[in-house]
């Protein structure tokens, strides 16, 4: 008897894996985004992001069919199309199972100084007002506008001061009231000496080594939050080999921060003059600007700056990239910026390396925050000793300070570095608002502690906070009275940071809701809120899980008795 060994035969799809792309679909993105055949450039995968937010802003949504055919368009795999497009918070990613979302969205700010102005009571009447197939009421972190509290946005338009009547008729007319942004045009900063410095640098009167020492003699340091100083930060990018980049971060996200917004809106150019300065410092041969979303009218604003200076030959057309993010606050992350801005999900990378020295396309990359960035042609123009002179309590320089919360003149202050939360409100803030007795305050917003109005006379700067278990941050201040309940406070301060964690890591990821959930519970177990603290603290990869339990941390400190007496058990 014969054996026939038989080869198995090969078979081959006729067709790539997954569901069928229509070609119409793919027709139709070509149009939107241009033809990736004639312009190999769009397929670029740091474009990602942008050509989401192209679609989302045609479409109001991202269907799956629309995912499909911009992997194909790009070349990049579904599964990484998909991971980006649901991380961020702005994309409305519809399954092929799923009706579109209605045409008009409703975004109500919950931000602690949104809450304070009653934002929960304000969404339920919305969504008590409104026809749920025409229109959907969600909530929204915050969008920058503290001061103007509560906010709600409307498509891509913001109502402040929000009423339930003053959102109802934006919805049921389609009217908005174009955001009025005053902004200083580019001959009128040349005017006033604007650019001298850059063309100075450029041409070789004012040397870099002249420049860093100004500023440390100014004590210029990183206002975003951390506080390193920069003339340190531009050392250490220059002596990395190049090609360089420089990127400027603002997407200040923090809640109670609105101080970059606005600088931007009132004087571009001087942010633009500094940003282009820092990029000569390291050589950079590229500056990329990150925008926060929740900023469309500064997105216009940046765009015709921009423009204004290409025109004027102040910059050569592509060097300056003006990029929009997508509702992240874990991108005011240096780290994850530059995963964002590479269009992949904003995810804080491991140090080391930094990005000093592998930063954006893997290059060393000098990252500054929009105020850092703002003050150079200034403190260069009216000389580092003036910067410098400012300051009380032993303290040099000027904050920056936004202020919201139960205040009468809430916006931004500029004021000495090293004032006192007293001398804050005092000076700046108008006093207390009518029928508020100060309780505590939040020196840096949502990640910088709290603390009891005992200790409103502590100076307010960097270094000055650390051992009370707060730190300044972006100087966001937000202020609590006497009527406000400290669980709900404390609870929403993490329910913000629960939401906004990226998930990579599990003390961060499951740390912060476990907290949230600890502290909705009647009673407060202070031994078991500071250990899983600790370890939050110890094994989190970012500052946004390491400095969670801030908040937690100071009411567990100085509101024993306070707590008590809103019917707060605190145990141990």
Not at 327 to 349: F, T, V
Request: hydrophobic share 40%; net charge negative; glycine share 10%.
């Amino acid at each position: 008897m014969t054996v026939e060994t038989l080869t198995p035969q090969r078979r081959f799809r006729g067709k790539p894996r997954g569901r069928d792309l229509p070609p119409v679909a793919l027709a139709a993105l070509r149009q939107l985004l241009g033809d990736e055949r004639r312009d190999p450039g769009r397929q670029r995968r740091d474009l990602l992001i942008e050509h989401l937010h192209a679609i989302q802003d045609a479409h109001d949504h991202l269907s799956l069919v629309n995912l499909r055919a911009l992997a194909t368009y790009m070349n990049v795999p579904m599964a990484a199309i998909y991971e980006t497009a649901t991380f961020y918070a702005h994309f409305d990613v519809v399954h092929d199972d799923q009706a579109p979302p209605p045409e008009v969205t409703v975004r109500v700010c919950d931000s602690l100084s949104c809450q304070l102005a009653g934002a929960a009571t304000l969404k339920a009447e919305l969504e008590a007002g409104v026809d749920p197939q025409a229109v959907r009421v969600v909530r929204a972190p915050c969008m920058g506008r503290c001061d103007t509290a509560p906010v709600v946005e409307v498509g891509h338009h913001h109502v402040l001061y929000a009423t339930r009547e003053g959102v109802e008729s934006v919805v049921d007319t389609g009217h908005f009231q174009p955001e009025a942004i005053h902004w200083q045009r580019l001959d009128g900063y040349r005017e006033q000496g604007g650019y001298r410095l850059l063309a100075d640098c450029h041409e070789g009167r004012v040397t870099v080594e002249t420049l860093m020492e100004a500023l440390e003699r100014a004590n210029l340091r990183g206002l975003g939050g951390a506080g390193f100083p920069t003339f340190k930060k531009w050392t250490f990018v220059r002596q990395e080999p190049g090609p360089r980049y420089c990127a400027i971060n603002a997407d200040e996200g923090e809640p109670g921060t609105f101080k970059d917004r606005y600088y931007l809106e009132r004087a571009p150019h001087r942010f633009l003059e500094g940003a282009l300065i820092s990029a000569w410092a390291v050589e950079a041969c590229a500056l990329y600007i990150y925008l926060r979303d929740e900023y469309p009218g500064l997105h216009r604003v940046l765009g015709e700056a921009i423009a204004e200076l290409e025109a004027a030959g102040l910059a050569t057309p592509g060097y300056i990239v003006l990029r929009r993010g997508a509702g992240a606050y874990i991108c005011g992350e240096e780290s994850a910026m530059i995963e964002s801005l590479e269009g992949k999900p904003g995810k804080p990378r491991h140090r080391p390396p930094f990005v000093a020295q592998k930063g954006l396309f893997g290059r060393p990359t000098l990252v500054n925050n929009v105020e850092t960035v703002y003050w150079i042609p200034e403190i260069w123009d009216k000389g580092a000793d003036w910067f410098a002179g400012h300051g009380r309590h032993g303290r040099s320089g000027l904050r920056s300070f936004s202020v919201s919360g139960r205040v009468k003149r809430p916006g931004v202050h500029l004021a000495p570095a090293g004032i006192t939360l007293n001398e804050l409100i005092e000076e700046y803030g108008g006093g207390m608002a009518d029928g508020h007795r100060l309780a505590g305050y939040l020196p840096g917003g949502a990640s910088g502690g709290i603390l009891p109005a005992s200790k409103a006379d502590i100076p307010l700067d960097f270094d000055t906070l650390q051992a009370e278990g707060c730190f300044i941050g972006s100087a966001a201040v937000i202020v609590i009275s006497d009527q406000d309940e400290l669980r709900a406070v404390a609870s929403n301060l993490l329910a913000f940071f629960a939401d906004e964690s990226c998930g990579q890591c599990t003390p961060c990821r499951v740390g912060t809701e476990k907290m949230l959930s600890l502290l909705e519970r009647p009673e407060w177990d202070v031994e078991q809120l500071q250990r899983l603290s600790q370890v939050m603290m110890d094994a989190s990869i970012c500052g946004l899980g390491q400095a969670a339990p801030n908040p937690v941390l100071g009411l567990l400190k100085d509101f024993r008795d306070e707590l008590a007496g809103q019917h707060v058990i605190v145990r141990g």
